[in-house]
């Protein structure tokens, strides 16, 4: 990856006005699908240039009552997917067998070659009509066409559909007012937003024996809003509470796929859900350097239509977001964070959460009402620790020591209503250390990380392995001017 950016600040019409160049290049080897299983993936392949141009301009008038922040973004991507190969490897990379059907990963042979056109504009605009009082615009426009072919896809009528452009637009308009009251102690926040999603896109559709192409279009509008308030009881203790309708339009690799591990859904549906948070914060400094603070917020949320990705039935099928009619999660998150002596600093952080599917059972409870949204970790919590002291070396030099525990209790990999080790993700706990020196005043810093140093079998949320013990090494040097 590469980029250059060029810009002017402070200028009669300008704040900052910049512009920025890049390009950047990616190789994936994939290994699987979204499951992993006894047949490895020995050629299917991933590549990817993307060519983006990034506009940013600030600008306030009116003594910074009135300001402006407008983010433009143009980018064109082109890819290649490789899935053709009749041979069969093992997971020593040797070809063990033939398979007449030339494919790994995919349903049907690939050589896919496409491009990704998008541009985005995010646009805000506030005016203060007093310090504690402020009125907020918001824009936010994405629009993106995917288009391609496939030398190997299979035609109707001598049409490839990937040569038909599918389009998806999303917008977001929002309207937010922003006080504050009692001398600052009370903060409130109200707000508005506008959803509106277009898509259409081409595919094959097969009715009785005939498979011919259909093109599906899809539009819709939603409309959300809330409110937050933030109530300072002392200066280090506060409460807060908020209420949202919040939506989710679907995003292009959710409707589209990624056309390797992740197939269409074009019939996906925006999320909707009703979310309450309550929390409460306190800190308590003994001196300058050593504090102590706990943050703990409770959740609920009521989901229709909840986004979710599902892996395929097989081992090495694609996996496709789908839709689940109705979802139920509530839980509580706790952040503590204690300062014993100057530059040491450990944190601790612990969620609970019961994430089940909602709606009504029936009367055998066949439909899974109640039972754990797969994919989704009930506990997990944190712990680091961090010391920051000066080198024996050299008391201009800065050392930092760290270190990160992470645990993930057992959780669901598909629904299930009876228990199945092999459905199950088990217990996960991983431990990472590291150190890093600075030289001041060089611009040269060298860090070292050890990742899961206990070499413990730790797993995504598909139960796909994660690397074992590993090592890292990074040498950075700052560029200033003298």
């Known amino acids: 990856m590469a980029s250059a950016t060029i810009g002017l600040v402070n200028t009669p019409w300008a704040d900052k006005l910049t512009y920025t160049a890049a390009y950047n290049q990616r190789f994936d080897e994939i290994q699987h699908g979204a499951r992993i299983g006894n047949r490895a993936v020995g050629e299917a392949e991933v590549r990817r240039n993307s ?3 990034n506009l940013r301009y600030q600008k306030a008038w009116f003594d910074q009552r009135l300001k402006l922040d407008y983010f433009g973004s143009y980018s064109r991507a082109e890819e290649a997917v490789r899935d053709s190969t009749t041979n069969v490897y093992d997971w020593f990379g040797e070809v063990v067998a033939f398979d007449s059907q030339g494919k790994e990963v995919l349903g049907l042979p690939s050589l896919r070659e496409g491009t990704t056109t998008s541009q985005v504009h995010r646009l805000n605009l506030s005016y203060a009509f007093s310090p504690a009082h402020t009125l907020k615009v918001s824009s936010f426009l994405s629009d993106q066409e995917v288009v391609g072919n496939d030398p190997l896809a299979p035609r109707i009528n001598e049409v490839d559909p990937n040569t038909i452009p599918s389009f998806l637009t999303r917008s977001i308009s929002g ?5 504050k009251w009692f001398d600052q102690r009370l903060e409130t926040i109200l707000f508005g937003k506008y959803y509106y999603y277009e898509q259409s896109t081409a595919d094959f559709r097969t009715g009785g024996t005939a498979t011919q192409i259909f093109e599906y279009a899809a539009d819709g509008n939603e409309t959300g809003y809330g409110a937050a308030f933030k109530f300072s009881i002392q200066e280090d203790l506060f409460v807060r509470a908020s209420y949202e309708r919040a939506i989710r339009i679907p995003t292009k690799d959710e409707v589209f796929g990624n056309f390797i591990t992740i197939e269409p859904n074009f019939f996906l549906e925006p999320e909707k859900s009703q979310n309450l948070n309550l929390g409460a914060y306190y800190r308590h400094n003994f001196n300058a350097e050593c504090y102590i603070s706990l943050d703990a917020s409770w959740f609920l949320r009521d989901q229709t239509d909840l986004i979710r990705l599902m892996a ?3 081992e090495n099928d694609p996996a496709q977001f789908v839709n689940e009619e109705a979802a139920e999660a509530s839980g509580i998150e706790l952040t503590l964070k204690i300062a014993p002596l100057r530059g040491l600093e450990f944190t601790g952080s612990y969620t609970l959460q019961d994430v089940v599917k909602g709606g009504e059972a029936n ?8 039972n754990p949204i797969p994919n ?3 506990t997990f919590y944190n712990l680091s620790g961090r ?4 080198s024996p070396f050299s008391k201009k ?3 930092s020591i760290f270190s990160y ?7 669901d990999l598909i629904f299930q209503t009876t228990r199945n080790e092999q459905n199950i993700i088990p217990t996960q706990r991983q431990l990472d250390f590291g150190l890093t020196y600075n030289i001041v005043g060089s611009g040269l810093t060298f860090s070292f990380q050890t990742s899961n140093l206990l070499n413990a079998e730790v797993y995504d949320n598909y139960r796909i392995p994660k690397p074992g013990r590993n090592f890292s090494f990074k040498v950075r040097y700052l560029l200033r001017n003298t």
């Open 51 to 53: 060519f983006i141009h």
């Open 175 to 179: 309207l937010s007012y922003e006080a």
């Open 312 to 314: 395929g039935r097989n």
């Open 363 to 370: 009367a055998t409870n066949t439909n899974g009402v109640g």
């Open 376 to 378: 989704i970790p009930s």
């Open 387 to 390: 010391y920051e002291f000066q």
């Open 397 to 399: 030099d800065d050392i």
């Open 405 to 411: 525990y992470t645990y993930v209790d057992e959780f």
